[in-house]
């Protein structure tokens, strides 16, 4: 989750100044390609999920994470937009999509039950530690061209990647074992090698699930959501930049934004395995939305501060809170498909956001009124969600 987003989502920002400079692409360009990819995951993930619920998660990120390792060493090779798009959607983007996300959540969804907010947030948590990388890879862009950059980044993604997926398991009763430790009796074990039968008939399925008001709302929370978090995520090494910040420095804040989403990730989300979930996500997307608005006006780095803090902490929490709203309201036995469904219906927030962020500078020469418009997107999140009840049992 820490490569994820330290790389491609908040750490990708480093490599828009230095296209432009070489290419001549301004931010709009850039941002419809990056948004072209993420549409390119919507559209996989329902199948992504599918396979994940019945292969697990282990084999899909072994062959999503070279492929994301490779994208990043084709991407030093690019010599026009056609193979830059053709590069970063194949190959950074499918890589970063099939081998990250999906798998990893669906194994915290099948591993934990009394504690599912807690073990989300640690997961989570790995996206705020992807922070200090962003700044790193603005370094090493600075000290070495992105091109060379690229091929760094690939060759990490690749030796770090590969063996943190063996690791990974799918359900815990492949293991003769019970969620959250629970100890198994006798009369629960199979001849198998240990096996323990699994019971999911009062979870939802794909199509039961998609029938419901609850995944709509809450789907359609998300990509509001999404909307802001894709507009302003990519945009923030460029937008302290134009407050003043050198390319180093400017990494430096915007990857301060995954570290203090922490508390956010963590604690937020384990707020809700006490209180309601959706009332905690509310209050999330109401401090951001405040963070935004601050954000939007200020006129230099010090004013952006308190804003980029109270953003980062809500973000955190939105960002992590869904994922166990999900597994609270449908159960384990399709959580990466019905994950993968919702993650569609979110693309469409991650693709605009970007775009208008990058349309609206280039217009005007400031972020201001796309940021506005974010903080819109963020109370319409809010509403929603609050809509999003859980939809009771699993019709039969």
Request: net charge positive; charged share 15%.
């Amino acid at each position: 989750m820490a490569m994820s987003s330290g790389i491609n989502f908040h750490g990708f920002g480093n490599f828009i100044i230095p296209l432009n400079r070489e290419f001549g692409w301004n931010r709009t360009i850039v941002s419809s390609i990056v948004s072209l990819a993420r549409l390119e995951a919507g559209f996989i993930g329902p199948l992504e999920g599918w396979v994940v619920d019945r292969i697990g998660p282990r084999k899909l990120m072994i062959i999503g994470i070279p492929i994301m390792g490779i994208g990043f060493v084709l991407l030093s090779r690019v010599t026009g937009l056609f193979t830059f798009m053709v590069v970063y959607i194949l190959g950074v983007s499918l890589g970063n999509s099939v081998g990250m996300h999906t798998p990893a959540s669906a194994a915290v969804a099948n591993w934990f039950n009394k504690k599912r907010g807690l073990a989300f947030g640690i997961m989570w948590s790995g996206v705020g530690i992807g922070g200090l990388i962003v700044p790193a890879l603005g370094w090493l862009i600075e000290e070495y061209g992105w091109r060379d950059a690229s091929v760094y980044v690939g060759v990490f993604v690749t030796v770090v990647g590969i063996p943190i997926a063996m690791l990974m398991r799918h359900r815990p009763e492949q293991y003769g074992m019970l969620p959250d430790g629970d100890k198994p009796d006798s009369s629960q074990l199979t001849d198998d090698g240990g096996r323990i039968k699994v019971d999911l008939s009062k979870d939802y399925t794909a199509s039961e699930a998609l029938r419901t008001s609850s995944f709509w709302y809450l789907s359609l929370s998300i990509m509001s959501r999404s909307l802001v978090t894709g507009g302003v995520g990519l945009h923030l090494v460029p937008y302290f930049i134009g407050l003043g910040a050198e390319p180093i420095e400017a990494a430096t804040y915007a990857g301060s934004v995954g570290l203090m989403s922490i508390p956010g990730r963590f604690g937020l989300s384990y707020l809700g395995d006490y209180f309601n979930r959706r009332y905690v996500m509310s209050v999330c997307l109401l401090a951001m939305t405040l963070a935004i608005i601050l954000l939007a006006r200020a006129e230099s780095i010090s004013e952006s501060i308190p804003a980029i803090v109270a953003y980062s902490i809500g973000q955190g929490g939105i960002s992590v809170i869904p994922q166990a709203l999900i597994a609270d309201y449908f159960g384990r036995r399709a959580f990466a498909t019905i994950s993968g469904f919702r993650s569609t219906i979110q693309m469409i927030g991650i693709i605009i956001g970007p775009v208008i962020s990058g349309y609206v500078y280039d217009s005007t020469g400031s972020y201001e009124k796309a940021f506005l418009g974010f903080a819109v997107a963020s109370i319409v999140s809010m509403f929603l969600v609050l809509m999003a009840r859980h939809p009771g049992a699993a019709p039969r």
